[in-house]
C-alpha cells in the first residue's frame, strides 16, 4: 500500500518523495476504474503534486467551504448532502474549486489551539483512494494539524485564474 500522506506531511528527501509519488501512481492504476473520471484525473494529474504549478493545491489558503443538503420531492423529503470548497491558490493568482456530490460520509476535524491569524493553515497534502463501498475517499491534511476525510460520489475540481 501507498504511504503518500505520511512522506507528504512530513520533511523527507527528494527521493523519498518520489518514491512516494510513484507508489500512488501505481496505486491509482488498477483501481481507476473503479474511480470517477474526473476524481481519478485529480488524483492523477501531473499539476496535483507539482508544487511550480499554480493550480497545486499544496500551501493553498482555505476560503471556504459549505455544506449543503440540495432536497427534492413533494415534501423536499429526499436530501442528500454535498460539499463544496474554494481555495486560494498558493501563487495567489486563481481558485481551487473542489466540489462532492452525494456526500456518503464525511468528518472535518480541525486542531485545537488555532491561533487568532492562522485560519486552517496551508493545505498541505491531500489523496484520493477509493473507500471500502467503492466510492471517492480524499483526505486532506492542513498546516494547523486539521485532518478533512470526504466520503462522496466524485470530486470535482476547477481552476478559476483571477
Not at 5 to 32: G, I, M
Not at 85 to 108: C, I, K, N, T, W
Not at 114 to 135: K, M, P, Q, T
Request: aromatic share 10%.
Amino acid at each position: 500500500m501507498h504511504n503518500l500522506l505520511s512522506v507528504l506531511s512530513k520533511r523527507n528527501t527528494p527521493e523519498q518523495v518520489e518514491k512516494a509519488l510513484s507508489e500512488y501512481a501505481k496505486y491509482l492504476l488498477p483501481v481507476r476504474h473503479n474511480l470517477p473520471l474526473s476524481a481519478y484525473e485529480f488524483a492523477s494529474a501531473p499539476w496535483h503534486y507539482d508544487h511550480t504549478d499554480h493550480r497545486c493545491p499544496h500551501d493553498s489558503w482555505l476560503e471556504s467551504v459549505t455544506i449543503s443538503e440540495p432536497a427534492s420531492g413533494a415534501h423536499l423529503e429526499f436530501r442528500h448532502i454535498e460539499i463544496s470548497m474554494r481555495l486560494f491558490g498558493a501563487f495567489h493568482d486563481g481558485y481551487l474549486e473542489l466540489s462532492y456530490p452525494s456526500v456518503q460520509s464525511y468528518s472535518l476535524s480541525g486542531a485545537s489551539g488555532i491561533s487568532d491569524n492562522a485560519g486552517h493553515g496551508d493545505w498541505l497534502v491531500d489523496e484520493i483512494r477509493l473507500s471500502d463501498r467503492n466510492l471517492v475517499h480524499h483526505e486532506i491534511l492542513f498546516g494547523n494539524g486539521s485532518r478533512w476525510l470526504i466520503e462522496s460520489m466524485d470530486v470535482k475540481v476547477s481552476w478559476v485564474h483571477l
